[in-house]
């Protein structure tokens, strides 16, 4: 049981660049989600999964594209990088969207740094 | 718009004594609250969380005190270890809700 996994760890990207975050679970949860860390904001959600085949726009969906084709994947695309996009990005997953228990609750990956020149 | 609030980047505690961090909200329909910590280099893991129909909730070290009036939580460590050293996040959502709504994080040191 490998809970979340991100891929890669670790990108450095040109302005203009493409690239594809991928995130994978083997839990069958429901719910999957892509959060940016940056100094001083917290983790703010990107997009987010309620099922396979859905998304949706959370706080700071601008610049990014996802898609969820299967349940165990959630992918988060960046078509044309820029600066502002350096960041440390968190996939996460959980069996609702409430979270309501120490069992129901988002369980995160290692994270995916990024860097954008 | 942040929703959540944690108004210290950061906390020196001395081992052994209390560290206690600090989170406020403005919604008042969150009626779910919970606490991450997070390591450098890993993902945030689940603290511990309390229900808005509950003033407190303890687990082992960890307290969480919620105040609903003044729309304030507070998580108690006691005592406090060098382990413990990380960034805590508090999050809190609503029913109906899809995801939850996190504060900027606390960093808190403990000092050997």
Redesign the interface.
Known sequence: NAGVTQTPKFRVLKTGQSMTLLCAQDMNHEYMYWYRQDPGMGLRLIHYSVGEGTTAKGEVPDGYNVSRLKKQNFLLGLESAAPSQTSVYFCASSLSGRALSSTDTQYFGPGTRLTVL | D?QVK?NS?SLSVQEGRISILNCDYTNSMFD?F?WYKKYP??????LI?I?SIKDKNEDGRFTVFLNKSAKHLSLHIVPSQPGDSAVY?CAA?F?G????F????TRLTVIP
């Not at chain 2, 809700?97 to 939850?100: H, Q, R, V």
């Not at chain 2, 996190?102 to 994080?105: A, L, P, R, Y």
């Open positions: 942040q944690q980047p779910y919970l280099a890993e993902g945030p893991t689940f969380s229900s996040f959502n029913a809700a899809n995801n939850l996190f504060g900027t994080g």
